[in-house]
């Protein structure tokens, strides 16, 4: 069957260290993946897209990588502040107009 | 620039009564739009997406419906709740063109008791 995972529901790091976030899909080939940011109560935020031929993707303090092999992304933010404590979702683009939404992982930036 | 609004932002109803939950989406034409249930520790489920007014497409049978009576308005329906359709509640739009990154709205909170 088709499964995205993200890992644990939870994730505590300290301020000003790396949060890396996993996320394993099985039996789907999308053509891209992308990473949304959700605050309690609020809808999904975009923060970025990576195409299956791109092997990684930067944005300010965050970067993406992409193995189609392994069948994986990495979500990594440095220097990680207390204001980036939120869930964090990843999204795989099927075809069409569907797109398949992982659980997410929570984040926790203790000060 | 463009904006999605949804309304309610939380909604208490009683089994059996009926639903219409709005979404609108201004400084854009032709978007494709959006309906997701979200619950509790699960990923966006999709419920239905148009592609213009008057063409939805289903992705999940139940007892919701949609409507799409403008090209910048998207309904959420249901003549009747069940308990099971509790939830979080997402709109979103993506570009006419493009079908990629969505753009969601704050969502409306349900809850059926």
């Known amino acids: 069957s088709q499964k995205i995972e993200q890992n644990s529901e939870a994730l505590n790091i300290q301020e000003g260290k790396t949060a890396t976030l996993t996320c394993n899909y099985t039996n789907y080939s999308p053509a891209y993946l992308q990473w949304y940011r959700q605050d309690p109560g609020r809808g999904p935020v975009f923060l970025l897209l990576i195409r299956e031929n791109e092997k990684e993707k930067r944005k300010e303090r965050l970067k993406v990588t992409f193995d189609t092999t392994l069948k994986q992304s990495l979500f990594h933010i440095t220097a990680s502040q207390p204001a980036d404590s939120a869930t964090y979702l990843c999204a795989l683009y099927t075809g069409g107009f569907k797109t398949i939404f992982g659980a997410g992982t929570r984040l926790f930036v203790k000060a | 620039s463009q904006t999605i609004h949804q309304w309610p932002a939380t909604l208490v109803q009683p089994v059996g009564s009926p639903l219409s939950l709005e979404c609108t989406v201004e400084g854009t034409s032709n978007p494709n739009l959006y309906w997701y249930r979200q619950a509790a520790g699960r990923g966006l489920q999709l419920l239905f997406y148009?592609?213009?007014?008057?063409?939805i497409s289903s992705e999940v049978p139940q007892n919701l419906s949609a409507s799409r009576p403008q090209d910048r308005q998207f309904i959420l329906s249901s003549k009747k709740l069940l308990l099971s359709d509790s939830g979080f509640y997402l709109c979103a739009w993506s570009p006419g063109e493009s079908t990629d990154t969505q753009y969601f709205g704050p969502g409306t909170r349900l809850t059926v008791l």
């Open positions: 148009s592609v213009g007014i008057g063409q």
